[in-house]
């Protein structure tokens, strides 16, 4: 699949930074966790989101934009104009874009009738489209209130319609929180929300300015003046720098071109920028990258140890289906054996803070954005791709500072709790794979550029992940083992786990401020609804005769009920939240848990491991002091629960999109499914070629049959006017149309 | 025939009368009646059901489904004011209409439970008691209504 490309122009010779990476459809919420993907199994997702259950681990990263050089170039060869009026521009357009947020209150006066909340609220800005009475397409902005508010009995508080035009360059999925304002009107405060930093449109004129025109319906911003252009930019697809993107007078910098054959690559980076992902880095942000550059040295001095003797290995990509590798190589790893038994791990984690410091203005737009943003077929980083890919990336073959967390493995898969270290070093990376190429080593087959060494790392690293993982379904960790998944991709899981678990336990035990990954266990209710509904599916789950792991790790892989077993298992699920209290993970039956392993593409490992380093450090030198104070955890804590829920409706919108392309070659077919899951508003079918979940409403199929259906059978079939849809129930499924763009899908079962 | 103003929105006093909302809607070409604000008639509804004048609630609502047969909070809100009119099937029928539509409204769905229940349907209230069970996030008062109903349910079957 060919990339977007945002290039550094398209009118003159210059060719974009060559990007070898392909990958195939699939699904950016696929590498969500156990609990973390509980949201996407209500509704079908992108291919392959069935599949997506597993630990509470990495996020493995997909291709990316090729390098964004910064503006200079693009306005310099497209505008004519001198490089140095172009700095300036740039740099006005940076000044501009760091004070743009001064207003963050909207004065909301209500529609007829409606109702303004009866005291604070918080939840999302959603925007919908809706035919007015002359057919054309009209814009409803929705505030959703998230759930539980309002106190005891309340229920659901209700959606509020807000006036569209009040909200023009608020993102879409914005988080923010309302209060009553006058008799009939809300304030709504979006500071909390990402504010808008860029737009992806078409330029075209406008009387005698251009303007970037917005492709989407649903843009935040329709139309944006974009002063100082170039004409020959007219009718090109680019992205520009917004400025000032809540006042009337916001205005756009062109940032680059976007080039690519593909208008889904294009609609992709839309949904997450018109969220507010930023797509590009600030000027002060690209100043720091190149003084890094020019300073940076790599050399062992005090504390920093010399590990490059030592054969470090690291398989990161997208998924078992994927033949990419990442470029932002977070992890590596070497084991050896234990003399008392079992290995001794060295996790090496790429040393964020030995080139940024904390504050700096990478290390503030890191926090800002919080974490990399993955697409299909790229990623919008939350570094400089200079250092997340090449200074700081753990790559094969080079040099670089990595935090050591070094772990004795005993035999029986536990951690030797007093033999932990963390410490810095200087590693090598010997070889970067795939897992589906560490996978075709474990099959026996050759692998190109893998020496004995490496193979014997392989080795060493699958016997300890075979003892990990014992040990994992003993403590009673829930894993769907029927995504399909490699062994060499459950390695890295189990690596990861193991890692995040045991910083979680060094720094809690010590008592000291950090940023858990908080999972709460399953409640009661949940469990004794699904040992209902398991007997009514004709495998019954006896709570007190098992484990839910060990139920789950029984059933029959290729049986479609065992499939909707184990996605009704998965709900049973609470859904995994940042804490600053320690209070375990219970996907994985961990006491303690706080991710460190990914500092490059999530904010909140750097600090986990800036806290770590410095608790160990501490017990040679007393003086040192603790970097992460609680006030800062909470911080943390706060702004990445935010940004995960704008992350879940990005990664729900584009999982459609995927759907509808999927799709897209099978309109006029009936395809062979199962029922996946029913609910009262429809049923999910599972397919698997290819690998799509579909939701059809059941409005739709009671307009077939002109009966209501309603769910019966404990809650897994979906019964009335004499058709019944069971979850396992093999079926068909005729796909009608499809709107790739819009991720719609119009499908009937072949019965109807 | 009525006239409408150029935005498509409806003026409070034309819609307050049912008749005259059955009308308009019917002016309408079939596929365009959904661009009569139903938001609006919403809030009026409610204001009715706040005064206690549930009749003239009813008649709003069931004007507002003639414009839009689809909309989940008017289906909802209906099956309330049939609930509080002693029509428990009438209600059922507005409560199921609205979890077809929109089953993200969990205190709907429970009170089409809670109503499955009181009329001798357990099987459907207990179905969809499991259903809520597993879907409720962060909303404990929800969980323990659900649990209370499935325990009730539970001990009238062992009676």
Redesign the interface.
């Known amino acids: 699949m060919e990339m977007p490309r945002i290039r550094n122009s398209s009118v003159n010779t210059a060719e974009p930074k060559p990007d070898t990476l392909t990958t195939k459809t699939t699904a950016p919420s696929s590498k969500t966790s156990t609990a973390d993907s509980?949201e996407s199994q209500?509704r079908p997702q992108a291919p392959d989101a069935g599949a997506a259950a597993s630990a509470d681990v990495e996020r493995a990263p997909f291709c990316k934009f090729p390098n964004p050089d910064v503006a200079v170039t693009s306005l310099k060869n497209l505008a004519g104009a001198a490089q140095g009026d172009a700095a300036a521009i740039l740099k006005k357009s940076a000044d501009a874009a760091q004070k743009t947020r001064a207003g963050t209150i909207i004065q909301v006066r209500l529609?007829?009738?409606?109702?303004p909340p009866d005291g604070e609220m918080t939840g999302m800005l959603a925007r919908e489209l809706?035919?007015?009475?002359?057919?054309r397409q009209q814009v409803r902005v929705i505030f959703k209130p998230?759930?539980?508010q309002g106190g005891?009995?309340?229920?659901?508080p209700?959606p509020i319609?807000m006036d569209a035009a009040a909200f023009a360059g608020v993102p879409n999925n914005a988080s923010v929180t309302i209060s009553p304002s006058g008799d009939v009107g809300v304030s709504v405060n979006v500071a909390n929300s990402l504010p808008l930093a860029n737009m992806i449109g078409t330029v075209q004129k406008d009387g005698d300015q251009l303007v970037l025109v917005a492709r989407n319906p649903l843009s935040p911003i329709q139309k944006l003046p974009l002063p100082g252009a170039d004409a020959k930019l007219v009718g090109k697809t680019i992205i520009a720098d917004l400025c000032s993107p809540l006042s009337a007078s916001r205005y756009g910098l062109v940032h680059d071109l976007v080039d690519t054959t593909d208008p889904l690559e294009v609609r992709y980076a839309e949904v997450a920028i018109e969220s507010g992902i930023p797509a590009t880095f600030p000027a002060e942000v690209q100043r720091q990258v190149e003084e890094i550059e020019k300073t940076a040295k790599l050399e062992p001095k005090d504390g920093v140890k010399d590990l490059r003797a030592k054969t470090f290995l690291s398989t990161d990509n997208p998924g078992s289906d994927s033949d990419t590798v990442s470029k932002d190589r977070d992890q590596a790893f070497s084991v050896e054996p234990r003399p008392q038994g079992g290995h001794i791990f060295y996790y090496a984690i790429a040393d964020v803070r030995a080139l940024v410091p904390e504050g700096s203005p990478v290390d503030q737009y890191a926090e800002r954005k919080m974490v990399t943003t993955y697409l299909p077929g790229f990623d919008l980083p939350a570094m400089p791709r200079e250092l997340c890919e090449d200074l700081m990336s753990l790559n094969e073959g080079v040099s670089r500072s990595a935090v050591i967390l070094q772990m004795s493995i005993d035999k029986d898969g536990k951690v030797v709790e007093d033999e932990t270290q963390a410490y810095r070093a200087i590693i090598q990376n010997s070889w970067g794979g795939s897992y589906r190429a560490a996978q075709q080593y474990y099959d026996g087959k050759s692998v190109p550029g893998l020496g004995d060494p490496q193979k014997h790392e392989l080795d060493l690293v699958s016997a300890m992940a075979h003892n990990l993982d014992t040990q994992a379904v003993k403590r009673g960790m829930v894993t769907d083992r029927q995504d399909g998944r490699y062994w060499s991709e459950r390695i890295t899981e189990l690596l990861s786990v193991t890692a995040n678990s045991e910083v979680g336990r060094l720094l809690d035990t010590a008592g000291v401020p950090t940023v858990n990954r908080f999972h709460p266990p399953a409640?009661a209710?949940?469990l004794?609804?699904?040992a209902?509904?398991s007997q009514a599916l004709g495998h019954a789950w006896d709570p007190h005769q098992g484990a839910l792991s060990e139920y789950l790790a029984k059933l029959d892989p290729k049986d479609p009920v065992s499939a909707s077993l184990a996605a009704?298992a998965m709900?049973?699920n609470?859904?995994a939240v940042m804490s600053t209290t320690d209070q375990g993970h219970t996907g994985l039956a961990l006491q303690h848990y706080a991710w460190s392993t990914a500092p490059m593409r999530r904010y909140p490992d750097t600090a986990v491991l800036q806290q770590v380093l410095a608790l160990c450090a501490k017990k040679s030198d007393p003086s040192i002091e603790l970097p992460i104070t609680a006030k800062r955890a909470q911080q943390i804590v706060d702004r990445d629960n935010m940004l995960d829920n704008v992350q879940r409706k990005i990664d729900n919108e584009i999982g459609n999109i995927q759907t509808a392309k999927a799709l897209e070659s099978h309109v006029g077919h009936s395809l062979p499914v199962h029922v996946y899951m029913v609910?009262?508003?429809g049923v999910t079918f599972k397919c698997e070629d290819p690998r799509v979940e579909v939701f059809v409403p059941?409005?739709r199929i009671?307009g077939a049959t002109g009966q209501?259906?309603?769910?019966?059978?404990?809650?897994?079939?979906l019964t009335g006017g004499g058709v019944t849809f069971r979850d396992g129930d093999e079926a068909k499924l005729t796909i009608r149309s499809v709107k790739v763009e819009a991720g719609e899908v119009d499908a009937m079962p072949a019965c109807m | 025939m009525l006239s409408l103003p150029p935005d498509g929105m409806v003026s409070m006093s034309v819609i307050t009368d049912r008749q005259k909302l059955t009308e308009l809607s019917k002016s309408l070409p079939a596929d365009q009646h959904a661009n009569v604000d139903v938001a609006a008639l919403l809030g009026l509804a409610q204001q009715a059901v706040q005064r206690h004048e549930l009749g003239h609630a009813e008649q709003i609502l069931q004007g507002a489904l003639v414009v839009d047969p689809d909309s989940a909070p008017a289906w909802g809100l209906l099956g309330k004011v049939e609930h509080a009119l002693g029509a428990e099937p009438a209600a059922i029928e507005a409560y199921a209409n609205a979890v077809m539509l929109n089953d993200a409204d969990l205190a709907t769905a429970l009170a089409l439970a809670e109503l499955h229940a009181a009329t001798g349907a357990p099987e459907k209230a207990r179905a969809l008691a499991n259903w809520l069970l597993l879907a409720c996030e962060d909303e404990p008062e929800l969980l323990k209504r659900t649990q209370t109903l499935v325990n009730k349910l539970q001990r009238s079957s062992i009676g």
């Open positions: 509980l209500k529609g007829q009738g409606a109702e809706r035919n007015d009475r002359n057919g998230d759930p539980g005891p009995g309340a229920g659901h209700r319609e409640k209710q949940k004794d609804a699904f209902r509904m009704l709900r049973t609470e859904r609910a009262p508003a059941t409005r009671s209501r259906l309603e769910l019966d059978g404990e809650g897994t079939s």
